[in-house]
């Protein structure tokens, strides 16, 4: 569901997945495995080299020269098993850059992402019963606000509906749950959770607004019909929680029906439709306290908002498309603490083209919040959109070189506060998995 609703899932790819991988891991020769019983380690290592024409991820400024040149280095270590038990795919990583002329920017962040799927020996216990476990963690001082070239439709993510802030250190850590357990063999009970918090740190620029930590967490539980091999219909009651450091929250509750609807073996439909009620809670401050956040939350009593989700994925051997849409609530994570209502669109094209190792991908996303629910004076809303397209070769099937040409528009607003810039990204990356 959009905005926050699902939370996380399996991703596409040789090795199964992990949740938020752009063009389902294909970019990613580590990902190209298919796993077989036992342990794997997969070690790989990508260099890139780019052209940023705004590195501060700000309005530009008279005299500022916020273009540079990058150089990254980002090994990983994939560890894959397969097992009478159970099935794993990890992944831990770093990401170093080094910038030519702002050369305080320079840093090493970190990631790790984690898919346990323990249907195997959870089915021993409960005939057919499905129990995947996800975790994805990321540290960077650069925030990202959309997951570019999205083939997996998913739009529930609330950290990365299109709002961005300012370079700045940040951490961000997404876990959860999903399972069904079959009552008949058409009707089975579902559930899932997700967790996930979103922390900043260190601001290498001067913010536009105060940044807000906030986490979230999410439960599920439903009835799944299969009503034929190609339909199923699955009504959930969800019930969430946002929190804002050190006091604010805001909740929402509601339900939704979901119809997934299978087309052919190449095109699918994944649907759902619902409203939640949204609720908010202030320990009550003064208008803009010393945390930087207003005490509006207090002012949202059992606000109503639509929540709905449509994907549409389609491919063959040479083609893969997808276009989803989701509208829903996020946290505002700048200016100040408060519930966002969310639209967001992503579009993701990978095309296989007369040369076989060779592939264009392109993609889209567009995300728009803003306030609910406030009597603030101050309405904080922003509207942001990125298009990326490009072409990966592939050498061997251990070695991808992959050249990106990315525009992004972001513009944000808190009152008479405006931060409206724009960013042109150029990059060339050469990546190698050993196995």
């Keep these: 569901m959009g905005g926050g609703i699902g939370g996380g899932g399996a991703s596409g ?7 938020g ?10 990902r190209m495995v298919q796993i077989r019983d036992g342990f794997q380690v997969i070690p790989s290592i990508t260099v890139a080299e780019r052209y940023d024409s705004n590195v501060l991820l700000q309005a530009k400024s008279p005299g500022i020269d916020q273009s540079d040149y990058v150089s990254a280095l980002a090994p990983q270590i994939r560890g894959l098993y397969k097992g009478s038990a159970m099935t794993v795919n990890a992944t831990v990583g770093a990401n170093a850059e080094y910038f030519v002329k702002n050369t305080d920017f320079s840093y090493v962040g970190a990631n790790a992402g984690l898919s346990l799927d323990l249907s195997p020996i959870f089915s021993r216990l409960w005939n057919g019963m499905n129990l995947r476990v996800f975790d994805s963690f990321r540290y960077t001082p650069q925030p990202p606000s ?10 529930s993510n609330p950290f990365l509906t299109g709002q961005l802030v300012g370079r700045v250190n940040s951490t961000s850590n997404i876990v959860g749950a999903t399972l069904t357990a079959p009552l008949t063999q058409t009707l089975s009970l579902t559930g899932g959770y997700s967790y996930g918090f979103l922390q900043f740190g260190t601001s290498q620029v001067q913010q536009v607004g105060a940044l807000l930590d906030s986490a979230y967490q999410i439960f599920t539980v439903g009835m799944l019909k299969m009503l034929s091999n190609r339909n199923s219909v699955s009504l959930n009651y969800f019930d969430s929680e946002y929190r804002y450091e050190p006091d604010d929250s805001f909740s929402n509750r509601g339900g939704f029906i979901r119809w997934q609807h299978l087309f052919s073996q190449s095109a699918t439909l994944d649907s759902s439709i619902g409203a939640t009620v949204v ?3 202030s320990p009550g401050s003064d208008a803009q306290g010393s945390a930087g956040h207003s005490a509006g939350l207090s002012n949202i009593s059992s606000t109503v908002a639509p929540l709905g989700r449509v994907a549409l994925t389609w491919g063959d051997s040479t083609t893969s498309l997808t276009m989803a849409y989701g509208v829903g609530l ?9 519930p966002l209502f969310t639209n967001v669109v992503t579009l993701s094209v990978r095309q296989q083209t007369l040369i076989p190792e060779l592939l264009g991908l392109a993609s889209a996303s567009y995300g728009r919040g803003d306030e609910i629910g406030s009597n603030s004076v101050s309405g ?12 990966l070769y592939k050498f061997t099937p251990q070695t991808f070189i992959n050249l ?6 972001y513009d944000s607003q808190f009152g008479a506060t405006n931060n409206s810039f724009d960013r042109h990204v150029v990059s060339i990356s050469l990546a ?3 196995y």
């Design 21 to 30: 991988s752009a063009y389902g891991g294909v970019n990613d020769p580590s």
């Design 279 to 281: 609720q908010g809670q």
């Design 13 to 19: 790819g040789g090795t199964g997945g992990i949740s």
């Design 380 to 391: 904080v809303s922003y509207t942001s959109y990125v298009a990326s397209g490009g072409v």
């Design 404 to 409: 990106t040409y990315l525009y992004a528009n």
């Design 330 to 338: 996020s946290p505002s994570f700048q200016f100040q603490a408060q």
């Design 432 to 434: 190698q998995a050993f």
């Design 146 to 155: 959309f997951l570019v070239g999205n083939q997996e439709g998913d739009t």
